[in-house]
């Protein structure tokens, strides 16, 4: 990853006139500020624009042009003067959290800056009725999990027995701006990753792979797939995928596809789905997915995964 990739892992700025990284209150500028992406930059912004993660002072890549000399889009950069404040958004090899003591991890929870996630719901929750199709508008519910021995400790092999989540793919994509950049444990990883390194780009993936991941792609078309289109039947929504696969479909019944907002009409929309990729064909696919292990995301926050 070059530096230039690197720096396109801060994906907004937090815009604030009058906070300063010396004096400022962190948790006001998280509260209070303006999330601003590089084309919603203006000239009044420079000095006030902040990294989401170490809320340092950023740049815009070029200042005053949507594009480099050499075609790369605008993006925002550290600047020097805070080159020794560590941020792991600067890295271009980006690593999991680990924290130093039980303490350190709990208040972390409680400041909502770490998910445990023991797991996905398996059914439709009730409070969320029928026929809701946006999960921006509508109440996801999360549910409290065991509490979790994971090894998130600093030193090797160092567990904390910590609460944890049983959670949606839609509880994740509501206000996704901000769990962007929080750190998420999910079952079966070593430590805890932010989410903007744990999302990864169907168009991007040639393989099979066993072991689940948080996915997301975009839809090419979507259909049901039966000869008469009954709700228990698949309906096969078709991703962009990378050039060396043949198709790359997210499998679903159909009503419960409709009730997540995918139909007909969602070519463009972007979808995340938590599961493994197996094969389909001549192609590949993720199935048999839980309620609560895919779900689409608000078109708002689509220019974040762009």
Same mark, same amino acid.
């Given at each position: 990853?070059?530096?230039?990739?690197?720096?396109?892992?801060?994906?907004?700025?937090?815009?604030?006139?009058?906070?300063?990284y010396?004096?400022?209150?962190?948790?006001f500028l998280?509260?209070?500020?303006?999330?601003?992406?590089p084309?919603?930059?203006?000239?009044?912004?420079e000095?006030?624009?902040f990294?989401p993660?170490?809320?340092?002072?950023?740049?815009?890549?070029?200042?005053?042009?949507?594009?480099?000399?050499?075609?790369?889009?605008?993006?925002?950069?550290?600047?020097?003067?805070?080159?020794?404040?560590?941020c792991?958004?600067?890295s271009s090899?980006?690593?999991?959290?680990?924290?130093?003591?039980?303490?350190?991890?709990q208040?972390a929870?409680?400041?909502?800056?770490?998910?445990?996630?023991s797991?996905?719901l398996?059914?439709?929750?009730?409070?969320?009725?029928?026929?809701?199709?946006?999960y921006?508008?509508?109440?996801?519910?999360?549910?409290?999990? $065991?509490?979790?021995?994971?090894?998130i400790?600093?030193?090797?092999?160092? /567990?904390?027995?910590?609460?944890?989540?049983?959670?949606?793919?839609?509880?994740?994509?509501?206000?996704f701006?901000e769990n962007?950049?929080?750190?998420?444990?999910?079952?079966g990883?070593?430590?805890?990753i932010?989410?903007?390194?744990?999302?990864?780009?169907?168009?991007?993936?040639?393989?099979?792979?066993?072991?689940?991941?948080?996915?997301?792609?975009?839809?090419?078309?979507?259909?049901?797939?039966?000869?008469?289109?009954k $709700? /228990?039947?698949?309906?096969?929504?078709?991703?962009?995928?990378?050039?060396?696969?043949?198709?790359?479909?997210?499998k679903?019944?159909?009503?419960? /596809?409709q009730?997540?907002?995918?139909?007909?009409?969602?070519?463009?929309r972007?979808?995340?789905m938590?599961?493994?990729?197996?094969?389909?064909?001549?192609?590949?696919?993720?199935?048999?997915?839980?309620w609560?292990?895919?779900?689409?995301?608000?078109?708002?926050?689509?220019?974040?995964?762009?």
């Amino acid at each position: 990853m070059s530096q230039e990739e690197s720096n396109r892992r801060i994906k907004y700025a937090l815009h604030s006139h009058g906070w300063s990284y010396e004096e400022g209150e962190k948790s006001f500028l998280q509260k209070h500020s303006l999330k601003v992406i590089p084309s919603e930059y203006i000239h009044d912004m420079e000095g006030n624009i902040f990294c989401p993660a170490c809320f340092t002072n950023l740049i815009r890549v070029p200042k005053n042009k949507e594009h480099s000399s050499n075609g790369r889009a605008a993006y925002f950069a550290h600047i020097k003067k805070y080159k020794n404040v560590k941020c792991d958004l600067r890295s271009s090899k980006p690593e999991g959290k680990r924290f130093d003591t039980y303490e350190e991890a709990q208040k972390a929870i409680d400041d909502e800056n770490l998910v445990i996630v023991s797991g996905f719901l398996e059914d439709k929750p009730e409070a969320l009725g029928n026929g809701e199709a946006e999960y921006n508008e509508t109440p996801v519910e999360d549910k409290k999990g $065991p509490i979790s021995n994971v090894p998130i400790g600093r030193h090797n092999g160092e /567990s904390f027995k910590l609460p944890s989540k049983i959670t949606t793919v839609a509880g994740i994509c509501r206000n996704f701006d901000e769990n962007l950049y929080k750190y998420y444990y999910f079952p079966g990883h070593q430590h805890a990753i932010r989410l903007l390194d744990l999302l990864k780009s169907i168009d991007r993936v040639e393989v099979e792979d066993e072991k689940p991941q948080l996915y997301y792609g975009t839809i090419v078309k979507s259909y049901n797939a039966g000869q008469n289109p009954k $709700p /228990s039947n698949i309906r096969m929504t078709e991703l962009l995928c990378h050039e060396n696969v043949h198709d790359f479909f997210l499998k679903a019944t159909d009503q419960i /596809s409709q009730e997540k907002g995918i139909s007909d009409d969602s070519k463009g929309r972007i979808v995340l789905m938590y599961g493994k990729v197996t094969g389909s064909g001549i192609g590949l696919c993720i199935e048999r997915l839980k309620w609560g292990e895919f779900a689409l995301l608000p078109e708002k926050y689509n220019s974040l995964l762009s």
